[in-house]
Structure formats: structure tokens, C-alpha cells
């Protein structure tokens, strides 16, 4: 494949692959943007068909964590990184640690994180050839999962409060795709704040834990787009907007976790036409990397997850902007990202010039 043609590679810093035959490890970093801070994104293990695919995946992952920092207010760069392997079989002790010392090459360009696939154990593995690893217990941050929830929960209310013109979710129906870190934590959210809550999840095993826990309703895995609800909150798979799905929601608002939910941009031009607002996935779930930005040894949780509440605003201030334009919420959440990045660039060139 060509890779400085691709759409995902959008002028990366560097893009390295790295091998280690003692451990069998294979794994891409991808370096996109450094112009707010050391890049950071999580490191996600999968088996991918093709390594087309591990590098699209990369590349697309790594631009944007960019955005969602750059949106987030936050001073990290974007980056990424994939290692190409069955999460379930091919983990190892020596796999982690060759990925760590693969990170440590970067010399803290790249700070990578738990992702799909990856667990905080893991990177705790890594964590032993380098320094340059967040989101572990010992950075005092552990699980960013939860505060990614928080982060979900009141983008979701800034959209109900948006669209519905309620401040509060009492009796409302939101319906949650997937129950896993991010899910499940949002779902007690919602029940605390008096949501009906209706749930698939391919795993029968959290579904019931959902519906002893919160008095879930439960729908089986196709059947959670046809579910009747006032919200839906992905929170499992990316590209779950699409041609197919979206003519399928009566949800008024769409506001969940996964990253990539637009199966292709078109697909929030849709949403806008059927008046159906969506919440810019990276917008709402950035809260994981807002607390991780606060790592370090004056880590505060509570000054933490109020910034990660600052998601309300963010994102109020998209949908603000989406009707004062007319245009789509997604298009406005890239405009905002870029304005930022390229008034820091624009200002560095300036001091460059001056000095
Ligand atoms: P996770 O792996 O813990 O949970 C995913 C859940 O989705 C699992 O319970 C899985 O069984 C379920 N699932 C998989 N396929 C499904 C399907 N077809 N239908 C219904 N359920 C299905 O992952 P997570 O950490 O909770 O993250 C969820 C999403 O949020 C991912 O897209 C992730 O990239 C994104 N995200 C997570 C964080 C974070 O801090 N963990 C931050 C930003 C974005």
C-alpha cells in the first residue's frame, strides 16, 4: 500500500515499525502532530487481516487523537500505536517488554496508553524498559475508563439539555451499545440520573450484570438501533453510523464513547437532515485523556474530572456554532481542533522569525 498517499496518513511526523523476533512482536507507532505536546494515544492489540489494515488503522487512530487533544484543550500531540497479535493468545511478559523498549526509542515523541486490547497490567509490562507510558497506576491516574465516562455523561447532557431543552434525564430512554469499561460506567451515570436504560452487549455476561445492577432492559445485539429510544450511546465498535443504521434510530440525540462512530464523513450530513444531533465522538469521549494530562506528581482526581465535566461546555459551544452555521457538529469539532493547532503553529513561526 501507499502510504504517504493514504487519506489517514494527512502529513504524519513518522510512522516506524518495529520487530522483535525473541518476543515475536510486531507493532507500528504513529507520531501525527507534536505541536501542542508529546504525542499520546493509547496502544491497541488486534489481529488484523492485513497489515493494510494495521496501518490504516494506525494512521486513522493516531490523527485523530490530534483532534480530540487539540478540542480537549489539552497540551499532548496525537499519536498511536498498534501491536499486530491475538490479544487473547499471543501476550507475553517479552512482548510488552519489547514494546516498551520499541517506545523508548521515541525518547518521550510518543507516550502510549491502555487501548483496545491492552490492558493497564500490560503496560505495566512496558513500563519496565521505559518511563514513557500514562494511564497506570503508578502515574496515579490508573483506568482512564471511568473518567472517559464522566466525560460521555455530561456531553450527553449538553446535548439532551441542546435539543430537548431538559436538564435533567429523568425518564428518558437511552439506549447503550456496549457494556464494557465506558458502558457500564455510563450506565450508572444514566441510572443515577433517572434514565431508563435499554442495552445489547455481545457478551451475555455484562447484559445480565446491566440488568441486575440498573434494571437495564436488554435487547439482543442487531436489535439496539430499533429500540425506541430518546438517545443512543455507542460505546463498543466504530462505523456503527451508516447507511443502513441510521434510518433504523428514532433517537433524537446520538452521544456515546467509540471512537470513530461515522462510518464516512458524509454520514453526520445525514444525521443533521433527519434531525438527529450527534455528539462528536471524540469531542465527548476525550475524558480519559483530559485526566491523563494531569499525570505527574501533584496528580489532583478532583481538579481532574472537573475539567472533564468542562466537556458540557465543548461541546455546547459545537452545537451552538453547527446552527449558526448550518452545518454538521463534526464538521464544526474539526474546525475548532485545526483552529487551535494552527494558532500555536502560526505563533511558533512567528517567535522562530523573531529570534
Ligand atoms: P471495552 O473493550 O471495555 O468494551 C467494549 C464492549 O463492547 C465490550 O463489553 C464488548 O463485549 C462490547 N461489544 C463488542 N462488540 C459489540 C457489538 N457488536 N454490540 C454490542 N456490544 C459489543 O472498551 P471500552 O474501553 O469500554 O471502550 C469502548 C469504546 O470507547 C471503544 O470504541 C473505545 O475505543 C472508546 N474509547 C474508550 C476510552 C477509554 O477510556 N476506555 C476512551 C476513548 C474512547
Known sequence: ???????????????????DEVSGLKAIIA???????????GTRMWDYKSEEDAIT??????????????LAGVNLGGGKSVIIGDAQKDKSEKLFKAFGCAVERLNGTYIAAED??????????????????????EGKCGDPSPATAWGVFNGLKAAVHFRLKKDDLSGLKVAVQGLGHVGFELCRYLKEAGARLV???????????AIREFGAGAVAVDEIYDAGADVFAPCALGAILNDETISRLTARIIAGSANNQ?????HADVLKSRGILYAPDYCINAGGIIVIS???PDFDRK????????????????????????????????????????KVKAERKYLALAS
Open 199 to 209: 442495552v445489547a452487549d455481545i457478551d451475555p455476561n455484562a447484559v445480565t450484570r
Open 57 to 70: 488503522d494506525v494512521l486513522r487512530l493516531s490523527r485523530g487523537m490530534t483532534y480530540k487533544s487539540s
Open 262 to 266: 461515522l462510518a464516512e464523513d458524509r
Open 31 to 41: 507520531v501525527h502532530d507534536t505541536t501542542l505536546g508529546p504525542a499520546l494515544g
Open 303 to 342: 481538579i481532574a474530572m472537573d475539567q472533564v465535566a468542562g466537556i458540557y461546555k465543548t461541546a455546547t459551544n459545537i452545537f451552538e456554532r453547527a446552527a449558526r452555521e448550518d452545518t454538521s457538529t463534526a464538521q464544526i469539532a474539526d474546525k475548532i481542533a485545526l483552529e487551535r493547532l494552527q
Open 294 to 296: 494531569h499525570e505527574g
Open 1 to 19: 500500500m501507499s502510504v504517504f498517499t493514504a487519506k489517514e496518513f494527512d502529513n504524519h511526523e513518522a510512522v516506524l515499525f518495529f520487530r
Open 116 to 137: 483496545v486490547g491492552t490492558s493497564v497490567a500490560d503496560l505495566e509490562m512496558a513500563r519496565k524498559m521505559t518511563s514513557h507510558i500514562a494511564g497506570i497506576s
